[in-house]
Each structure stands twice: as structure tokens, then as C-alpha cells.
């Protein structure tokens, strides 16, 4: 082992010391059901406290990683090689009912958001009556990118980014973007409207049976498609979540022949682990992923406003194919969004949200 934490750097201790075992699993250091080094012997060499190393262990263990076994230690659940998980994908995954599905997230503050609607009146006057550049205002994009730089480990400029009317207008971009010719997947069972997208765009697609951590591998292997479109981190109305092996087959998936994928991240804010879920699109070596989210669970479905990030080498193709496009969000709207990033009320929210959440899961039976 050769772990170094700077312990008076920016990033935290065990982020740094979750990183450096990230990177040595990935690689294939520590191989898939092997022990890890123990907390003592971790802290000992890296001079931290085995708190600093137990919290890395736990993200490793959010994630899908390691495994924590009684009296055992930790042990590597990822595997490289394949995309299977320790549960068998013959099993059926557990169904959540769309109608009755709970929902007890705190809403956004009415009061956060209606004073923000009066500053942006306020100073911006009658900019807010002006027309918005086609791919979005440029205060939200910019906002938007810095936002998922902090929070989601993506990367990108502001003319990677495309502001839409929600997910739906957003998916018919994306169908316009790569091409009705090619064959799209999606996962079955799926968001109704994902279907209902490809079909009313009049392109051929397939449903890729889920299993307990993702897409069954076969499906996925024997598949003829060159798009697929996943919601790794909670799939509805299943409720299921892609394990770190998954994520990773899909990546390599998608690294033949020219293959896209489209990460639908909705609702991913809301993780309660203690770092935010990595992202296919912060993975992708090859640039080949599309990755999209909304507004509509951390602020209000009202507002209709979604967004997609756009792999670079796309972004002069969409500019040449869709650029005329005007933008579907109101001026006024899209500067409201920019101004609840920029001020933190939107992460505040997010974060209040969490602290919710944990609090639920620490006291529920």
C-alpha cells in the first residue's frame, strides 16, 4: 500500500483515501472477493484515525465496491470482467407501484422561491422579457455546469450544456441528435414515457429485462442496439439501482462500434450516501455518453425544465443539425434557476433534503 492524504488539503481525508481504493479496485489491485487492507492497518501507514478510513470503506460499500462482512472486514463485490452481480439476475426485480409509490421528500421552500422570482424582477427588469439563446440562457448553463463540477465530479463548458422543457422534449433532441436509423434499448420495465418518446418518433427500439443490479448481461450482450438509454441510479417503477459492475459493463458496452448511451439521472440528488453517485457520463473515457436531468424533483415539476450535457465531439454536430432550435424554458424561469444555484439555495435545499432522508432510514423499523 502506498495511500498519501494531505490532511490540510480542500478535499477531505477519507475522500481522498476513498479515491486512491477506488482507483486500486477498478484497476484490479485488490481482485473481485478478496480482503481488503483493515482499518488499523490503513490508518497506521496513512497516519489518519480509522473513522477517517471506516467513512471511505462506507462509500466504497454505497457504492457497490467492497462489502462489509461481521468480523471479517471488507471484501471487493466488483467485478471488472463481467457485469453480474452477487444476487442471480434469474431473480425478478421488486416492483414499485407507480401510483402508490411514497413520496414524503420535503418540498422546495415556497417562501426561497417566490423571493427569488421578486430579486430576478427586480434587477433583471426587462431582460427577463428578452428571447433566450437557443441551447438556454447562458447564466443557467454556467450555473449549471459549475454545479455539477462541485457536486457530480462532470466536467464541461457551457456549450456542452442544452436547456429543454423537461425530459420528454429533451429525448427527442437526443432522437434528432444520433440518428433515426439506429436501434435504441431501454429498460423493461421502464418510465412509460421513454417508450412512448421512441415510438411516437417513429424509431426502432428494444426492452432489456432487468435484473437485480441493472440490465441482465445477456440481454444486454445479445442486444442490437447502438443507443441505451438507462437510469442507473434508481430505475421506476422497479426502484432498481445499478451496482458499480454494472455501470462499468455498460460502459464497456457502449466502447464498440461507435455505441451512445443516455444516462437519465434523474432523482439522483437525493442520494443519502455521504458522496454524491458517480455518473457514467464522469466515467467515459470515450466520450460517448449523453447525460440528462430535470428540475422536476428538487424543485417543482411545475417549472418544466430539464437539461442535458452533451459529450464534446457532439456538440458541433448538434449545433450543425439542431441549433436553430429555439429554447422551450421562459427567459425569466431559466434566470430564477441560475440564481437559486448561484446563491446556494438549491444545494441547501438538496442537502436539507439528505439530512431528511438519513434521518428517515435511521429511524425506521
Request: proline share 6%; with cysteine; aromatic share 10%.
Amino acid at each position: 500500500m502506498k495511500y498519501c492524504v494531505h490532511k490540510h488539503g480542500p478535499v477531505p481525508a477519507y475522500i481522498q483515501l476513498y479515491r486512491q481504493l477506488w482507483d486500486d479496485i477498478v484497476a484490479g489491485s485488490y481482485p473481485y472477493h478478496t480482503r481488503m487492507p483493515s482499518k488499523r492497518m490503513i490508518a497506521d501507514e496513512v497516519g489518519v484515525s480509522t473513522v477517517t478510513v471506516e467513512h471511505a470503506y462506507a462509500l466504497l460499500c454505497d457504492e457497490g465496491y467492497v462489502e462489509a462482512r461481521e468480523r471479517s472486514g471488507f471484501f471487493v463485490s466488483f467485478r471488472a470482467d463481467d457485469g453480474f452481480a452477487a444476487c442471480s439476475e434469474a431473480e425478478a426485480p421488486r416492483m414499485v407501484d407507480p401510483v402508490c409509490r411514497p413520496d414524503d421528500t420535503p418540498p422546495f421552500p415556497i417562501s426561497v422561491l417566490t423571493r427569488t422570482m421578486r430579486n430576478v424582477m427586480s434587477n433583471l427588469g426587462e431582460a427577463i422579457l428578452q428571447r433566450s439563446p437557443n441551447p438556454g440562457c447562458t447564466e443557467l448553463r454556467r450555473s449549471i455546469g459549475q454545479y455539477l463540477a462541485r457536486s457530480r465530479g462532470i466536467v464541461a463548458d457551457t456549450r456542452q450544456i442544452v436547456i429543454g422543457s423537461g425530459s420528454e422534449y429533451l429525448y427527442t433532441l437526443i432522437v434528432e441528435l444520433l440518428g433515426r436509423e439506429r436501434m435504441y434499448a431501454i429498460e423493461s420495465p421502464s418510465y412509460k414515457k421513454i417508450e412512448q418518446v421512441y415510438r411516437a418518433s417513429d424509431v426502432r427500439y428494444e426492452m432489456l429485462r432487468l435484473g437485480q443490479d441493472g440490465i441482465e448481461s445477456g440481454a444486454l450482450w445479445t442486444s442490437g442496439a447502438d443507443v441505451l438509454h438507462i437510469t442507473p441510479y434508481r430505475s421506476f417503477p422497479s426502484g432498481i439501482t445499478a451496482s458499480a459492475s454494472k455501470r462499468h459493463e455498460y460502459l464497456r458496452w457502449a466502447g464498440r462500434d461507435g455505441r451512445f448511451i443516455v444516462e437519465d439521472d434523474f432523482e439522483s440528488e437525493f442520494s443519502v450516501s455521504r458522496k454524491p453517485e458517480e455518473t457514467l457520463f464522469g466515467s467515459a473515457g470515450d466520450e460517448n455518453v449523453i447525460y440528462m436531468n430535470t428540475f422536476s424533483k428538487t424543485i417543482s415539476p411545475a417549472l418544466r425544465v430539464g437539461y442535458m450535457v452533451l459529450p464534446k465531439r457532439l456538440v458541433p454536430v448538434f449545433e450543425e443539425k439542431l441549433g436553430f432550435y429555439s429554447c422551450t424554458v421562459p427567459t425569466f424561469i431559466q434566470f430564477v434557476l441560475a440564481e437559486l444555484i448561484a446563491n446556494g439555495d438549491f444545494e441547501r435545499h438538496i442537502n436539507r433534503v439528505r439530512r431528511y432522508k438519513r434521518r428517515e432510514g435511521l429511524t425506521k423499523p
